[in-house]
């Protein structure tokens, strides 16, 4: 028998962060040489076709999207979107190296894409309260940003430099915002380990 979603008590992956972790640097050279090759006729068709439309908070943040989820209940349901084989070979290698500090055997990237923030851009604060956001560790690794760029997390606002990548806590309120001259673009994706059992509440919902 199917449980109502309304009464499931959905435990987030405790092996997620409750702040920041960092993960360290990685070689975004190719990719970031890549990224800002993209043209600005890019960066307004693929936005348009995002899936994350719905969101408010992203208002003024443009994204390219190469993997998503295709459930929001449940992030074992992903997709590849077209631009995902084109991109894939310099994605994959900087997805590698962040994550290595987890050790993970079997790994999993159920939502991948670029987040381009504007001078003056703001994400307003936010929790990723989707049962698909419960799981995966959310990632993010800047390459191109400024120091102007604060990404507030809680009570707490960290600057990440270009090239070091970090896990943050998409499950407490977070906002960002550009105060400099400069765009922000973060390849954000999301990760999480096959191997690792997953939560019985998952297995409860009610379908859609």
């Given at each position: 028998m199917n449980v109502p979603a309304s009464t499931i008590t959905m435990l987030p992956n405790p092996r997620k962060t409750t702040s920041v972790r960092p993960l360290g640097r990685v070689d975004i050279g190719s990719l970031r040489s890549a990224v800002l090759a993209i043209p600005e006729s890019a960066w307004d068709a693929e936005n348009q076709g995002k899936p994350n439309h719905r969101y408010k908070a992203?208002?003024?943040?443009?994204?390219?999207?190469?993997?998503?989820?295709?459930?929001?209940?449940?992030w074992r349901e992903s997709a590849d979107w077209p631009l995902w084989p084109a991109w894939r070979s310099v994605l994959i290698p900087v997805m590698e190296q962040a994550t290595r500090p987890y050790g993970y055997g079997r790994p999993a990237y159920p939502r991948v894409m670029l987040a381009r923030m504007p001078p003056g851009g703001e994400i307003l604060p936010h929790v990723d309260a989707n049962p698909a956001a419960q799981w995966p560790h959310k990632i993010h690794v800047p390459l191109l940003t400024n120091p102007q760029v604060g990404f507030r997390i809680g009570e707490k606002v960290y600057h990440f430099p270009e090239g070091d990548a970090v896990e943050v806590n998409n499950l407490g309120i977070h906002a960002v915002r550009n105060d400099g001259t400069t765009d922000r673009i973060h390849l954000i994706f999301e990760y999480y380990d096959l191997d690792q059992p997953d939560p019985g509440w998952i297995n409860k919902k009610s379908p859609g």
């Open positions: 992203f208002t003024d943040t443009r994204h390219i999207i190469f993997r998503f989820i295709t459930n929001h209940e449940d």
